[in-house]
């Protein structure tokens, strides 16, 4: 599986963004998709996850109800919606798969396939 994350950007505090995550290569629909984000000088840190079937999703509580995943079946995309996006939520976005239905995975050492990242900067 090859995964491609984009949709990264610059937004002022309070601002919304919508990252994507294309798969190509084998199916995606027989894998658990993560987003996981680092910052500058800190662990990559779990952010949200979907099953494959994209009935059950996982949120780190850093970003419930702020943030919401979801998935594109027929177009083998994962997206990650950010509203209310605080300077804090400022880092590179990555993308990642496994296969099953797990969303309890957050560790970044559970996925074994991942994207390139995407910066996304808040602004105060």
């Known amino acids: 599986v090859q995964l491609q994350a984009s949709g990264g950007g610059l937004v002022q505090a309070g601002g919304s963004l919508r990252l994507s995550c294309a798969a190509s290569?084998?199916?995606?629909?027989?894998?658990?998709t993560g987003w996981f984000r680092q910052a500058p000088g800190k662990e990559r840190e779990f952010v949200a996850a979907i099953s494959w079937s994209g009935v059950s999703r996982n949120y780190a509580d850093s970003v419930k109800d702020r943030f919401t995943i979801s998935r594109d079946s027929a177009k083998n995309t994962v997206s990650l919606q950010m509203n209310s996006l605080k300077p804090e939520d400022t880092a590179v976005y990555y993308c990642?798969?496994?296969?099953?239905?797990?969303?309890?995975?957050?560790?970044?050492?559970?996925?074994?396939?991942w994207g390139q990242g995407t910066l996304v900067t808040v602004s105060s």
């Open positions: 290569g084998r199916t995606f629909s027989r894998y658990a």
């Open positions: 990642a798969a496994v296969y099953g239905d797990n969303v309890y995975y957050t560790s970044q050492y559970d996925y074994r396939y």
